[in-house]
Structures are given as C-alpha cells and as structure tokens.
T-cell receptor, first 118, second 112 residues
Framework: GAGVSQSPRYKVAKRGQDVALRCDPI?????LFWYQQALGQGPEFLTY????????KSGLPSDRFFAERPEGSVSTLKIQRTQQEDSAVYLC????????????????FGDGTRLSIL | GNSVTQMEGPVTLSEEAFLTINCTYT??????LFWYVQYPGEGLQLLLK?????DKGSNKGFEATYRKETTSFHLEKGSVQVSDSAVYFC???????????FGGGTRLMVKP
C-alpha cells in the first residue's frame, strides 16, 4: 500500500524485556516522527528524523528509549528493559518535505503498534 | 510550552444533529492548526487544517475557523451521520514545523 506501515500491530512483552517497533514511511518522505499515545489520551511527541538525522529527541521519556533511521527510510523505535508504564500505542508518521516555519506538509500516520507490558 | 485543550467526551448525538467540538490552544507565534480523526481500529487521519488567522478549513462537511483573538479552532458539522462516530483530535504544529501537540481527544457517538 501507499501509506505508513507499522509492525508488529500488537506486541506483548514481559517487564524487563527489550522490544523493537518498526516503521516504513511513505516512499520518498523526508521527515519521520514517532509519537506515544497512552490509553484515552492524545498522542505525545517522542522524536523526529529528517532523512537519517535525528534532529529532535526531546520527547523520549528516558534513556531506555532509542530510535534510529540509518538509511533515511525505515525507522526502528527500541525500548530497553521495558516497564509497565511503557504500555501504549506507538504511532509513526511521515511527511514529504523538510520541516520548517513555512512547511505545512501534513503528517501521515500509520495504524500504530499497541504495546502491552505484563 | 504549547498546549491544546478540547472538550471531554463522549459526545452523543442523534443522526442529523449539529455538532460542535470545542478546541482552544496556547502557543507562541502563529502555529498551524489541525483536526485529526481516528476511526475504531484505525490510525489518525487528517480531517482539515488552517495555517493562519481567519482561515477556514473544511472537509467532508466538517469546518473549523482559526480564531486568533480567542485562540480557538472549534470543529463543526451541520448534520452528523452514524459513520462520523470516531475520536476527534485537535492539534497544533510548532513554529519549527516538526512537532504536533495534540489535545486529549473527544469521542463522538452518533446514534441512528
């Protein structure tokens, strides 16, 4: 399909395990974003890539969270030593252009990965 | 920092009723404003947007006007349908253009 693809759709892990969440953005999209959506709340910004460069990671809640986009396309969000409070839906979005004051390219979202930590 | 506040749900309406979902924001500068919709089991979809004061975004019968004087971006629809049942999120884009700040979402339930 032509949209943002995320996998797996659902992930269950035991507390303390490491998890990796994958995002395939729309082909050719320069900007990629990760958000965390807790149950019943709006998404919250985690991090942003422009091509392979991670330009903003101010929303990552702790050093257990790590994101990469080594070739400027697919991105992986890794969570180490998972905790119960990490349970949420993790959303990936991409947009065509570089961001900036005059850029109003919409962010296109995937369906998310629902992470449950037992 | 930036923030978005929207009315809590659920909002329950009968088919063909008029819809208003309130949204107000706090931000520096002149952010762009958005409404996203999340249907059950699906991801967020952009519904409409407005990029400057007094702009009106519209799509699928929904409208919202960027009101700088009241820092608001209320969503309206004249006649809702059962298929409009979803969660609606108001959001603003920061000046750097790299971060969306979302409200908490409003669940709309439309009964036939």
């Amino acid at each position: 399909g032509a949209g943002v693809s995320q996998s797996p759709r659902y992930k269950v892990a035991k507390r303390g395990q490491d998890v990796a969440l994958r995002c395939d953005p729309i082909s050719g999209h320069v900007s990629l974003f990760w958000y965390q959506q807790a149950l019943g709340q709006g998404p919250e910004f985690l991090t942003y890539f422009q091509n392979e460069a991670q330009l903003d990671k101010s929303g990552l809640p702790s050093d257990r969270f790590f994101a990469e986009r080594p070739e400027g396309s697919v991105s992986t969000l890794k969570i180490q030593r998972t905790q119960q409070e990490d349970s949420a839906v993790y959303l990936c979005a991409s947009s065509l252009a570089r961001t900036g004051r005059n850029s109003n390219q919409p962010q296109h979202f995937g369906d998310g990965t629902r992470l449950s930590i037992l | 920092g930036n923030s978005v506040t929207q009315m809590e749900g659920p909002v329950t309406l009968s088919e063909e009723a008029f819809l208003t979902i309130n949204c107000t924001y706090t931000a520096t500068g002149y952010p762009s404003l958005f409404w996203y919709v999340q249907y059950p089991g699906e991801g967020l979809q952009l519904l409409l947007k407005a990029t400057k004061a007094d702009d009106k975004g519209s799509n699928k019968g929904f409208e919202a006007t960027y009101r700088k004087e009241t820092t608001s971006f209320h969503l309206e629809k004249g006649s809702v349908q059962v298929s409009d049942s979803a969660v609606y999120f108001c959001a603003l884009l920061n000046n750097a253009g790299n971060m969306l700040t979302f409200g908490g979402g409003t669940r709309l339930m439309v009964k036939p």
